[in-house]
């Protein structure tokens, strides 16, 4: 089963009255992509309940959280995008903000900037991050959070 | 649907472009219809090579120049390579499939997702059998690793199944094939690979 398109987002009222319909019939299904992999516009996925399907979608979609890849009577599949693992790195100061702005560049890791913050976010184990902070932390100040799914 | 794009990345010499002169052969063969994006530093070199082999049509081969670091135009800043491939898709509809080949860079280079769908990573065996465990992101985040010139593991004093175990262990059991380019060995398999992840063939 190829998706080749997204249909819409259940954030949007006829969606997700659709799904919710869905869902009460049981025919609600929904493929988990991690964050970093959302902007792959084809990838085989599983839905939750063992169908396998391919995504080839055009260049111009937008997969987020609640894209809509099939409806019928019989089915609706759902893309769920986790929120990913995040390092929101907090500076002491102006200065240990920049050295580590920087720092965090050379490193090519992908980042937003956040009420003056940065929040990275992990392609990858955690220790290995840190370990990296760890060597920053000679240069510059800045206090390391966490962030959850959600946060 | 649009065409599926493929990333090659690996170090200098280490067979990219050989990869993909086997690759169009396999794939024409299945009647898969390709095109190729090469990217080098200063120069049109591969893209020229390509097109000498007459495996592909000349106007299928496009070149990007980087002008620095191969890195930064197919990560941290893609748009001269996702032109060339918007260009492709609008001037061959019926392609299946853009490979994007990299400049040769060092074990850190990686392709953004916003380029490609899938990438492989191309080493090899004459550049020694510790690169797997120097756990470069390139040999640990790519799709799928290729150890290419297997056949001169004996000549240059690599051990060939602990350089596949190791790099199997550091990629926690993703793909790693092994190739003979310039023989032709090996190469079913990463088409295979290709197909079954976004050709859906």
Known sequence: ?151 | MTAARVGIGGPVGSGKTALIERLLESFAHEGVEAAVITNDLVTDEDAERLRRGGRLPPERILAVQAGACPHTVIREDPTPNLAAADRLDRQFPDLDLVLLESGGDNLASTFSLDLVDWWMFVIDVSGGDDIPRKRGPGVLKSDLLVINKIDLAPHVGVDLARMFEEATRVRGNAPVLGTNCRAGQGIGAVATQIRDAVLFR
């Open chain 1, 1 to 151: 089963m190829v998706l080749s398109a997204v249909l819409g987002r259940t954030v949007e009222q006829p969606w997700h009255d659709r799904a919710h319909a869905s869902e009460a019939r049981g025919a609600l299904e929904t493929v988990r992509i991690a964050r970093v992999d959302a902007p792959r516009r084809r990838m085989r996925l599983v839905t939750d309940r063992g169908r396998d399907v391919a995504l080839a979608l055009p260049r111009d979609a937008a997969l987020e959280d609640g894209a809509v890849l099939y409806s019928d009577e019989g089915l609706m599949i759902v893309a769920r995008i986790d929120g990913g693992p995040r390092l929101r790195l907090t500076p002491a100061d102006v200065a240990s903000g920049l050295r580590l702005g920087y720092f965090c560049g050379n490193l090519h890791w992908k980042a937003d900037f956040c009420g003056g913050a940065i929040v990275v976010h992990m392609d990858g184990p955690e220790d290995t991050y840190r370990a990296r902070l760890a060597d920053a932390e000679v240069f510059c100040s800045f206090a390391i959070e966490r962030l959850e799914a959600g946060q």
